[in-house]
């Protein structure tokens, strides 16, 4: 099961954003924006075409006709960041089509990729016209004019101004077109500085943004239809925003007062760090309702050894007690993690330590990486650097470990009647797709009138990427979702 914690590549219209205001007078023009990598990302891009909207641009799913491209990238292992320039190259061809044809696409390089690699983006792929850093994306139509008039623009800096405060906010039709659960990020960048991330380079410190900013937007969020927010941050649970009493308020205080806006009935947070999980969350995990019985809490490998040298700042005994104290509070909580495997010094019997972790925690899902050392962090230039193939194989094993505990947590789900939030259409005709409390896809036959609404529904099947189940209100009467029940093996 994939988790909204989840590295993706998204591609826009993220949303149907963008369509100019009444009465602008400026021409329509197309963006289209692809996310890599990171919710934060896909937060990034919708905000990017909030602030293009009033320029007079809309999202379109064709990069072949649009105007504008936006390439919003992700750095965090080398994969993702080689990506990109073979991205830049297809852009090449639909930027010299687009000439021929007479018109211009303007092709920009934003996120972690830009902020890492600013000005060498321009020596290196020719057709970038402009590189902003998550910084600046405030800035942009200041930087569009000066593509416009014939300069290369490069923006990486950390400006004094927050983007927060300057980007655009949705229109109620572009967050209705989003649909009934978004993202609302509410901290940026992170001080801690493991030794194999990037992200304090490329996201810079860590800042939380005030409590009434984030208290507005996901008003406007709730009276344009979305249920479910997600707040998100590199290192959300350190959030410490400004409260409107003027005192510092940690995320679960945050979350209690976005509990009392009418129409927010869920609340997630993503991804928080085991040595941030205080008091107050864990108590919020057992009294808020509306805080799902789910929790990211990368945990990155199980070894005390590879965990010092990662400079994790926790032990493995640390990271079980958060979890005893978390599941004293909530006992049917959902756990996720990030793992990595063949971090350099990593040997069998660390690795041995990382699977025998998943085994004990028992997680509803996890993602796996295989290191991938990234220029300028500490880890890059340890000795003992882990062959490939020793990382593939390790990556191998550990998968088929995170399977069997997804498997398992799954199937205890089976019989069992959950409240599903309808999202959109599902895989077949005339089902819907949802999600659990505990953030597993469910495919449902349903109408689509209820995308929206709130199910019970009875967990009927198991799939290795959904859940399949019936209204339980009408369980009587409805055919399962899909007509056969998957044999289910140990
Ligand atoms: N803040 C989160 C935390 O503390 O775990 C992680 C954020 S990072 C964007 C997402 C995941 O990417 C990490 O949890 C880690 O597993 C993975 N990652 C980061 N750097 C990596 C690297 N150099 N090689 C492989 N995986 C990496
Ligand atoms: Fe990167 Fe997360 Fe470590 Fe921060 S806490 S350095 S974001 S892995």
């Known amino acids: 099961m994939a988790t909204n914690t989840g590295m993706t590549d998204e591609t826009g219209p993220a949303a149907a954003a963008g369509v100019a205001p009444a009465g602008q007078a400026r021409a329509r023009r197309k963006v289209f924006i692809k996310s890599y990598g990171c919710q934060m ?7 990017m075409a909030d ?4 320029e007079g641009y809309v999202e379109t799913h064709s990069p072949a006709d649009a105007d504008l491209v936006v390439l919003n990238t992700c750095h965090i292992r080398e994969k993702a960041a080689e990506k990109v320039y073979s991205e830049i190259g297809r852009m090449r061809q639909l930027k010299d089509s687009a000439a021929g044809a007479g018109r211009r696409m303007v092709v920009a390089v934003a996120g972690c990729v830009a902020q890492a690699e600013g000005e060498e983006i321009l020596r290196r792929a020719a057709p970038v016209d402009l590189v902003v850093g998550p910084q600046s994306y405030h800035r942009l139509p200041e930087m569009l004019r000066r593509v416009a008039a014939g300069e290369k623009v490069v923006d990486t800096e950390f400006p004094i101004e927050s983007k927060f405060d300057v980007l655009a906010a949705p229109t109620g039709a572009a967050t209705r077109a989003r649909g009934v659960t978004a993202f609302v990020t509410v901290q940026e960048g992170c001080d801690k500085f493991c030794t194999f991330c990037v992200v304090p380079y490329t996201r ?4 939380s943004r005030p409590a009434a900013r984030i208290v507005a937007e996901a008003e406007r969020l709730a009276d344009a239809g979305v249920r479910e927010l997600t707040l998100i941050g590199q290192n959300v649970n350190a959030y410490h ?8 308020w940690t995320l679960a205080r945050l979350m209690y007062r976005l509990s009392e806006i009418p129409g927010i009935a869920r609340l997630r947070y993503t991804t928080s760090h085991p040595r941030d999980v205080t008091d107050d969350l864990v108590e919020a995990h057992r009294d808020l309702p509306a805080l799902m019985p789910q929790l990211h809490l990368p945990v990155q490998s199980g070894a005390d050894r590879v965990l010092a040298a990662m400079n994790r700042r926790h032990t493995r005994a640390d990271y079980l007690s958060v979890i005893s104290r978390l599941r004293a509070a909530r006992p049917d909580l959902a756990l996720s993690s990030d793992f990595i495997v063949g971090f350099p010094g990593e040997s069998e019997a660390d690795f041995r330590d990382t699977v025998a972790l998943v085994d004990e925690v028992g997680y509803a899902s996890a993602f796996s990486f295989k290191y991938s050392p990234r220029p300028g962090t500490p880890a890059a230039d340890m000795a003992d650097q882990v062959p490939e193939p020793v990382k593939e194989e390790r990556l191998a094993v550990l998968q088929a470990a995170i399977e069997r505990s997804r498997r398992a947590f799954n199937l205890r ?8 939030l309808f999202e959109k259409p599902g895989r077949h005709p005339g089902q819907l797709v949802g999600r659990s409390p505990y953030l597993q896809p469910v495919q449902v036959l349903a109408p ?3 995308i929206g609404d709130f199910a019970s529904v009875t967990i009927t099947e198991i799939a290795p990427n959904s859940l399949f189940g019936r209204l339980a209100e009408q369980q009587a009467a409805a055919p399962a979702a899909r007509p056969a029940v998957m044999a289910l093996g140990a």
């Open 204 to 207: 810079g410190a860590e800042a």
């Open 448 to 450: 689509a009138t209820r």
């Open 413 to 420: 789900c089976l019989g069992s009647t959950v409240d599903v």
């Open 51 to 54: 602030t293009l909207a009033p």
């Open 241 to 248: 925003g400004t409260g409107p009493d003027g005192r510092e």
């Open 41 to 47: 990302n896909v937060y990034d891009s919708h905000r």
